[in-house]
């Protein structure tokens, strides 16, 4: 009773075409059909939040989302987002304020704070912490992490005043 | 914030970012479930669903007629190839050891045992085939919990034992009941951690390919312990350990709990054998719940008596250990370990304290970051506050009053342990400094005015690191050892490599290493890379990477190997230079003569002479290559120490619990990278608050896991735990080269028992004490309502 | 921890899915955000042979006011209906209860529509219709119907539509201008299912006295509950101390909440009476501090 569709969705750019079981969950399409082993799974249940891609420019959790529902959307991943050889600002900023141990957080921890930051460019320490609450991190206590988020928006602040628009 | 002066120097001591950090960030790295290996299968395990039972039937064969099936395989055949499952921590003298098979063969004693298990073309169908195998249980009695296996009539786990007791143990010093007799004050209480897990984000999982032709088994395992976990599969599938290669993936956080040794590696590798196959075997996050070692549950009911005065005479009490079904591959030890640090930081001159390990139809008991001294902290910061209470005294005071002074150093405690060093009280001091200086203390009297009920919780720990000196761990009954070898080798181009059988699982084990090359050398810590994770190319680690041994041990074993390596560089320096190996200095990958920076030769030119041309340029005395090794077998283990302290708010209402601050004042001797090693105390701290207020597995009496999944087993997110402010001071292990402590462990160690201090602070009107963890709102509630209506609370 | 086989068919818009919906039977599911159902597939406890997805649907993503309601599609994602101006004007309730449920990420993808559908009794959507006293328009292959709240939720995880219906949208009443609202919730971690939570909407008159008192609780029953007998003693009151304070235990007497491994029943009894007393209260507070 297996139920094949051929689906083609673009992920960081790159057109990808292939047949998925309709079961196959975006995560799993993502990691065993396109390559893209970034984005990780944690719980399998919507819960821990390493699985978060973009799905049309919104953060879901890749985990609840069936592959064969994606089928001509555009998909960005913890892969599409360093820019050329360069760390983002986010990315770096992850780096220098520790916000990553293990890393096995980190490509649902960054997706989402992505967003968080895109639609509070400004956030209060309380705004990082509810906006990351929905992605689950056991090895850093977060600290570092709430630190690299604000100081991420300090710094794209710093980036808008120098040059007047948002890197 | 450190309290000792700052060092000259380029990387050890700086907040170096982590090496790893740029492909962990951009998704380039490579975790267990990322590897794919050539004509790779995929496995999943039939787990019991009732928690003891007789396995009268087992039918496969509707498993193995679904499309894209290899092979399934029960207990049955599995014990024609493999041994029991090991057990390596033998603590107590003639413990009844209870071992299984990876899979069941005819009893299961715990829900989630395995019984079966697939192979197939992927998971999702290696699942399906699951749900066709049939198996009939005939249910045995269940013993559910530590009070009914110590029932009178408990029902029996292994018949031919008199009853549910593995084994006991009472260690002693000087004596107890004369102290008890004659003290003043004796407070007393029954402590409960409930049952958690290490719960890494990153599930276990290995793949195994076994090649009956060559004979030669070939692991990627997701391990903390890859020389061990080599050492263990040569044992239970009778293999030559020469024919067995274990590697490492990155490893998505370990906590201990990926130190032990697992079932699904021996089912993967009888998948394998079978299927001709290599086989990935993941463990999703349901099954984690009860294939991944169960830890914490342990009950402690201990007793300390004083003097008037405040000094301590006594400790005594019982521990019980809630084993599982059968031992894990840790057997009782961090019970154990639990005990043997009950009596803290304090000068305690007489003890007696007894390990109960009792076995229950619950998974087995296994590591998790802090190895049982999370509770013998709480057994002895709850005593300690509890009597500060009764006599009237300040908690800080009656702390310091009982510390061992820094000239009694080392100090031995009485049951076990030598501290090395430490300078307690400064710790102390340094911590209510900056709890005053934070303006908490204000803030609770405002708050308390203001009708909210603010707590203030203060916890000293210590931290047993760097196990151990081998040879004393295999008189305390472990089977296995504890020194850590490494190669430190420079190539051709003078740039330098590292090899060591520690791995890295986040804590920066990479970065530490490279920064403690790259000071000891001299050359820029990008000339440094850093090999962990095969055991065909990396040396051996007894043990493997846990008990707090990275930064100690490896660390020392590369102080000294580099300290050879460059006197040898030096020398092949001053035959190129013309001088005196002596004049010579090492700085930013340059050999030069000191004071006369243009006379200098680069490593890169050292290693041309070292390995390619030798004729001229390596003097005749000096062998070729530029390699070192060291093996450090520590003379003692390290302790390292901290006084925790946690800002709290309590809803008396509803019972709940609000962490609004924390700060903890450190001492781990000297510190490498103090970025990572506050992260490394932030994270500890955040997993302990877990266990403190949120983590539990619940059971209920059929054995059943209510938890099973991150609906219900509640790690805390980033809401739920506080910022962290660290404090260090340096006092440095003595016996170890670079002075290095073990500071992995710290946070879990320290934060359980302070969050019970916090909250008898913010209730201190009601006098409430919390014993139990963790305190969920429905139990404080329960606690406060009892204190309310005038009930004694312990 | 990986789904069990199903067919996957995408529906175009309603009719189309009740069209496929009476095609299959009993066997199929609607998938809309995937919230609930997927993890519930993925842990293999729940197994429809057939998937109706709506997702590519158009005529069910709307928030529109109409004649003194607000009305919200079905497939409304939470966090577009959030962050909506309408809906926070009209009924202010539901951004304060969005912000309890789940994360952003959920939201992001979670519909209106799939959380009543789903009918969770601790959930926060089905209790904000519940307390308003909103109305679900369902349709079937004859046609719609309207169900009030109280009558859509049967059970846990059951509600009144039938095999072959769809639900379409909901209609919540436009609260007066100025009123209160509050949401008290006792969940363990920000964003879980709330082991009890009470919704509150009180409107004070010129006079002091409330001329609307809408009260509901979550998690303590088999479905959201109306707490009318606490409604009845609070209306045309001025709200004081020692009113609430008995609303608060007739609130806790008209629920029968069950065990499970979060809080016991009798705990979520003393619970609703604590969060009714302090939903009334901070609404009232609500009311007075203002609010645009
Ligand atoms: S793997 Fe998707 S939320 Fe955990
Ligand atoms: S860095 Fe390891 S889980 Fe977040």
């Not at chain 2, 692991?219 to 350990?241: K, Y």
């Not at chain 2, 219900?712 to 260090?728: G, K, M, N, Q, R």
Request: charged share 20%; proline share 6%; net charge negative.
């Amino acid at each position: 009773m297996s139920d094949k569709h051929t689906i083609t969705v673009t992920v960081n750019g790159h057109v990808y075409t292939d047949d998925c079981e309709a079961r196959m969950t975006l995560a799993d399409f993502l990691r065993r059909q396109c390559g893209l082993t970034g984005t990780h799974l944690g719980c399998e249940h919507g819960v821990c939040g390493a699985c978060t891609v973009f799905l049309d420019d919104v953060a879901v959790r890749s985990c609840l989302t069936f592959a064969v529902q994606a089928d001509g959307a555009r998909i960005k991943t913890v892969e599409g987002l360093a820019e050329g050889d360069e760390l983002n600002t986010l990315q770096k900023s992850f780096q220098e304020n520790h916000g990553l141990q293990c890393g096995f957080c980190t490509p649902g921890m960054l997706m989402c704070a992505t967003e968080l930051l895109r639609e509070n460019p400004n956030p209060t320490e309380t705004e990082v912490r509810e906006g990351i609450s929905g992605v689950l991190c056991r090895c850093t206590g977060y600290d570092g992490i709430v630190r690299s988020v604000m100081a991420a928006a300090d710094s794209r602040r710093d980036g808008v005043s120098e040059s007047g628009s948002i890197s | 914030m450190t309290t000792t002066e700052p060092q000259s120097t380029k990387y050890a001591g700086k907040p170096q970012p982590g090496i790893d950090d740029p492909s962990l960030l951009t998704g380039s790295s490579t975790y267990m479930d990322d590897i794919t290996v050539p004509r790779m299968i995929e496995g999943a395990v039939l787990r019991s669903p009732v928690a003891h039972a007789r396995i009268t039937r087992i039918d496969v064969s509707k498993a193995r007629e679904l499309p894209g099936v290899f092979d399934v395989i029960t207990g049955n055949d599995l014990v024609e190839i493999a041994g029991e499952q090991p057990v390596i921590w033998y603590p107590i003298p003639e413990q009844r050891i209870a071992r299984a098979h990876a899979l069941a063969t005819d009893t299961v004693r715990w829900v989630g045992q395995g019984v079966a298990a697939v192979a197939a073309v992927d998971r999702y169908v290696a699942e399906d085939a699951l749900e066709l195998i049939e198996v009939d249980y005939e249910p045995l009695p269940v013993v559910a919990d530590l009070e009914q296996a110590l029932a009178p009539d408990a029902p029996k786990l292994y018949e031919d034992w008199p009853d549910n007791v593995s084994g006991s143990m009472t260690l002693t010093a000087g004596d107890a009941d004369a102290a008890f007799a004659e003290a003043d004050v004796v407070v007393g209480a029954s402590f409960r951690h409930h049952p958690g897990y290490g719960c890494p984000i990153e599930t276990r999982g290995c793949i195994s390919n076994w090649d009956v032709f060559s004979g030669r088994l070939d692991v990627w395992l997701g391990t903390q312990s890859p020389n061990l976990a080599r050492e263990l599969f040569a044992q239970v599938l009778s293999l030559p350990v020469s024919k067995i290669r274990v590697r490492t993936p990155e490893i998505g956080g370990g906590f201990g709990l990926k130190f032990d040794f697992y079932p699904e590696g021996v089912i993967a590798a009888i998948l394998s054998r079978r299927s001709k196959r290599p086989v990935k075997l993941l463990e999703d996050r349901q099954e984690s719940f009860v294939a991944s070692s169960r830890s914490r549950d342990m009950r402690h009911d201990f007793e300390m008596a004083l003097r008037s005065d405040g000094t301590i005479l006594g400790l005594r009490g019982t521990a019980y250990g809630v084993l599982g079904g059968a031992l894990g591959t840790v057997g009782a030890g961090p019970p154990w370990a639990s005990v043997l640090t009950s009596m803290g930081p304090y000068k305690i001159p007489n003890q007696e304290l007894t390990l109960k390990a009792v076995m229950t139809n619950r998974s087995p008991y296994g590591s998790y970051r802090g190895w049982g001294v999370p509770k013998g902290n709480i057994v002895h910061e709850r005593l300690i506050e509890l009597a500060a209470r009764k006599l009237g005294m300040s908690r800080i005071e009656l702390r310091r009053m009982n510390f061992p002074a820094p000239d009694e150093f080392p100090y031995f405690s009485g049951a076990a342990f030598t501290f090395d060093s430490g300078r307690y009280a400064d710790c102390l001091d340094l911590a209510t400094s900056a709890v005053e200086e934070r303006g908490w203390n204000e803030l609770q009297r405002e708050g308390r005015e203001a009708g909210r009920s603010i707590g203030i919780g203060y916890g000293f720990h210590i931290e047993p690191g760097a196990y151990g000196p081998s040879r004393v761990l295999n008189m305390v009954g472990l089977d296995h050892s504890g020194f850590d070898e490494v190669y430190v080798r420079m190539d051709s181009a003078g740039k330098v490599t590292v090899l060591s059988g520690q791995i890295s699982t986040g804590q920066g084990t990479h970065t530490t290493y490279a920064q403690l090359v790259a000071e000891g050398l001299g050359v820029p810590i990008e000339d440094v890379t850093v090999v962990t994770g095969d055991t065909e190319s990396c040396p051996y680690t007894g043990y493997g990477t846990g008990g707090s041994r990275a930064a100690t041990l490896g660390g020392a074993a590369i102080v000294n190997a580099t300290g050879r390596l460059k006197a040898k560089i030096l020398r092949i320096g001053a035959e190129l230079l013309e001088a005196d190996p002596e004049d010579l200095e090492l700085d930013n990958g340059r050999v030069s003569v000191r004071g006369a920076a243009d006379s200098s030769v680069s490593t890169a030119d050292i290693g041309y002479s070292a390995y390619r041309m030798l004729n001229g340029r390596l003097p005749e005395s000096e062998t070729p290559t530029l390699e070192e090794v060291d093996v450090f077998d520590p003379a003692n283990m390290t302790t390292s120490y901290a006084c925790t302290a946690l800002l709290v708010e309590v809803d008396r209402q509803t019972g709940a619990v609000k962490l609004l601050d924390c700060l903890q004042a450190h001492d781990a001797g000297v510190i490498i990278n103090p970025l990572l090693a506050d992260g490394q105390l932030a994270g500890g701290l955040a997993q302990a608050f877990g266990g403190g207020l949120f983590e539990e597995f619940v059971y209920d009496d059929d054995g059943q896991i209510r938890t099973a999944s991150f609906m219900d087993y509640l790690i805390p997110s980033a809401t739920d735990i506080p910022p962290f402010h660290f404090y260090h001071q340096e006092t440095p292990a003595p016996h170890i080269p670079g002075g290095m402590k073990g500071l992995g462990e710290a946070g879990t160690i320290a934060g359980v028992s302070v969050v019970g201090s916090a909250i008898d602070d913010a209730l201190s009107d009601l006098g409430v004490t919390v014993c139990e963890f963790p305190m969920t709102p429905p139990r404080l509630l329960e606690l406060i309502r009892a204190a309310q209506s005038g009930e004694a609370t312990t | 921890m990986k789904p069990p086989p199903f067919e996957y068919r995408s529906a175009h818009d309603s009719a189309e899915a009740v069209t496929l919906l009476t095609e299959y039977g009993d066997d199929a599911k609607i998938l809309a955000g995937g919230q609930s159902l997927v993890p519930l597939m993925n842990f293999r406890m729940a197994r429809p042979s057939v998937l109706i997805d709506i997702n590519q649907t158009q005529d069910m993503t709307h928030i529109h006011a109409e004649d003194g309601h607000l009305v919200v599609g079905a497939m409304t994602r939470q966090r577009v209906l959030e962050r909506d101006q309408t809906a926070g004007s009209a009924v202010p309730l539901l951004p304060a209860a969005l912000a309890h449920s789940g994360h952003t990420t959920n939201r992001n993808r979670g519909t209106f529509g799939g959380s009543l559908a789903h009918a969770d009794p601790a959930a926060e959507l089905p209790t904000v219709l519940v307390a308003l006293g909103g109305e679900l328009t369902v349709q079937g292959p004859s046609g719609k119907r309207t169900v009030p709240a109280e009558d859509f939720f049967l059970a846990p995880l059951v509600t009144s539509l039938e095999y072959n219906e769809i639900l379409l949208s909901a209609r919540l009443p436009r609260l007066p201008r100025g009123t209160g609202v509050r949401v008290e919730e006792l969940a363990r971690r920000h964003g879980d299912f709330a082991i009890v939570s009470v919704m509150a909407a009180v409107h004070l008159d010129s006079n002091g006295r409330a001329d609307l008192v809408r009260i509901a609780a979550g998690g303590v029953d088999s479905t959201p509950i109306r707490l009318h007998e606490a409604e009845a003693q609070l209306s045309g009151t001025t709200l004081d101390d020692a009113g609430i304070d008995a609303a608060a235990v007739a609130a806790a007497d008209s629920v029968q909440p069950t065990d499970d491994v979060h809080g016991s029943a009798s705990y979520r009894l003393e619970m609703v009476r604590v969060l009714v007393a302090r939903a009334i209260r901070s609404a009232i507070t609500h009311q007075k501090e203002g609010h645009p």
